[in-house]
């Protein structure tokens, strides 16, 4: 399994911003599909679909509730993978995991069990 470490949560007002890392080997955030998920208070953690994926194949995709405020990036001589959240929500409050697919390099059409390296998880804390 690929060892991935987060970082970068906290808390942050309504509007504001914040940048997740996603520390992992170059040849992952190169090859591999890698998303971020996330778990809100009192979700259950199974079945969700990724806030945003990369791949060297479709690029970037988002989930509706995020599109046009987070970014996902990725950069290959330091090994990450980032997501900007711009203009939070409360809503966005939730603990944030990135993850990758060792198994399937294309993003598209993967469940959640489909990826079988995860981090440990980073709070994001949105504050109205």
């Known amino acids: 399994q690929e060892k991935l470490v987060e970082s970068g949560g906290g808390s942050v007002q309504a509007g504001g911003s914040l940048r997740l890392s996603c520390a992992g080997s170059e040849y992952a955030v190169t090859n591999y599909c890698m998303a971020w998920f996330r778990q809100a208070p009192g979700e259950g953690r199974e079945g969700r679909e990724p806030?945003?994926?990369?791949?060297?194949?479709?690029?970037?995709t988002y989930a509706d509730s995020v599109k046009g405020r987070f970014t996902i990036t990725r950069d290959k001589p330091k090994m990450s993978l980032y997501l900007q959240m711009d203009s939070v929500k409360p809503e966005d409050t939730a603990m944030y995991y990135c993850?990758?697919?060792?198994?399937?390099?294309?993003?598209?059409?993967?469940?959640?069990?489909?990826?079988?390296?995860w981090g440990q998880g980073t709070q994001v804390t949105v504050s109205s």
């Open positions: 806030v945003a994926t990369w791949d060297i194949y479709d690029g970037t």
């Open positions: 993850a990758a697919s060792q198994t399937y390099p294309a993003c598209r059409r993967l469940a959640e069990n489909d990826y079988n390296s």
